[in-house]
């Protein structure tokens, strides 16, 4: 297997986590039909890596696109959006797809993303090889946004992380989850975690939603999120991580009270959307004591930021709300 992307911390840098210097590693023109490439997800797969990218294209038509990396840095994306075969269901009906989330569980990689269904809801689908996709059954009704899997069952059974939401810019969001025996039917909805009160963490005082796959770790469940803040000149859109509780995920243990990582960098601050971080994917080396997550950044590119596991977990329970 390859080794996760990585770049030392710089010495001038006195944050947990840090960008990668080649920042955005992915351009908004990396095919010739997209305005924008961001919110993407990627995991390790065969020698390389592979992924789910989300490209809108010049009529700013949102859909989701594979690519593969050898190095998780440089990418070759497809040129034709994903096709889906019917999965555990006939009906695959999609008026767009965005934001998606990949994680391998048992015997394939199961994808997430924001399907367009009478309104935005959480599409599911798999695939073996990253060439072949089958679309299943949405899991919820609209309107939910930011679908993620946990990595294995609990408690054996399929359990995804979710923000239920309106139909257009959503001014609020609380992070959720519910379980399915089979990733057709989904319940057992509980709340997880709720925005921070304003006066206490206000980056994360509006609405907040799950990242990347959740980590596994001693501790629990490490959930990296974004948490937004509606300020004079709109959303902003920052990173943040959480513990969850092991057997009882909509437990949360700590959660972090400053963020990790906010818009600063010039690329985050300008764009479609300025002033956002919005992280979809996380790689680990737990031996390595190494995390990368991959971010959307201003709604335009994708960026990288890396930083130590142990650090990142120090950082959460030393300055948790």
């Known amino acids: 297997m390859q080794p996760i992307p990585w770049?030392?911390?710089?010495?001038?840098?006195?944050?947990?986590?840090?960008?990668n210097a080649a920042n955005p590693i992915i351009d908004r023109y990396a095919i010739p039909t997209s305005n924008s490439i961001f919110n993407s997800a990627v995991v390790p797969f065969e020698d390389g890596f592979a992924g789910v990218f989300r490209c809108d294209n010049k009529a700013v038509q949102m859909n989701i696109f594979a690519g593969f990396s050898k190095d998780g840095v440089h990418w070759d994306i497809n040129h034709e959006p994903i096709s889906f075969l019917a999965g555990n269901t006939e009906m695959i009906?999609?008026?767009?797809?965005?934001?998606?989330?990949?994680?391998?569980?048992?015997?394939?990689?199961?994808?997430?993303?924001?399907?367009?269904?009478?309104?935005?809801?959480?599409?599911?689908?798999?695939?073996?090889?990253?060439?072949?996709?089958?679309?299943c059954e949405n899991a919820f009704l609209p309107f939910n946004r930011n679908g993620v899997l946990f990595p294995e069952k609990i408690n054996g059974k399929y359990a995804m992380l979710s923000r239920p939401s309106d139909n257009g810019h959503t001014p609020f969001g609380d992070i959720y989850i519910s379980y399915s025996p089979d990733m057709k039917y989904w319940g057992e909805h509980r709340c997880v975690m709720k925005v921070a009160p304003f006066t206490d963490s206000a980056w994360q005082c509006t609405k907040i939603g799950a990242g990347p796959i959740p980590i596994a770790i001693d501790e629990g469940w490490l959930m990296?999120?974004?948490?937004?803040?509606?300020?004079?000149?709109?959303?902003?859109?920052?990173?943040?991580?959480?513990?969850?509780?092991?057997e009882n995920p909509d437990k949360v243990l700590y959660r972090s009270q400053p963020y990790l990582l906010g818009p600063a960098a010039p690329y985050e601050l300008a764009g479609d959307v300025?002033?956002?971080v919005f992280p979809c994917a996380a790689l680990h080396d737990a031996k390595e004591d190494k995390v990368t997550v991959y971010y959307g950044a201003a709604d335009t590119v994708v960026a990288m930021a890396h930083g130590k596991l142990s650090e990142v977990i120090d950082f959460i329970k030393t300055n948790s709300l």
Request: aromatic share 20%; proline share 5%; hydrophobic share 30%.
């Open 224 to 246: 990296f999120y974004h948490g937004v803040i509606n300020t004079c000149n709109g959303f902003r859109y920052a990173m943040g991580a959480a513990i969850l509780d092991k």
């Open 7 to 19: 770049q030392d911390k710089p010495q001038n840098c006195n944050d947990v986590m840090w960008r």
């Open 93 to 135: 009906d999609s008026d767009y797809k965005y934001d998606p989330r990949v994680t391998f569980i048992e015997d394939r990689y199961w994808i997430t993303w924001c399907n367009g269904y009478h309104g935005p809801t959480i599409g599911i689908g798999y695939t073996f090889d990253f060439k072949e996709f089958f679309q």
């Open 274 to 276: 300025p002033n956002v």
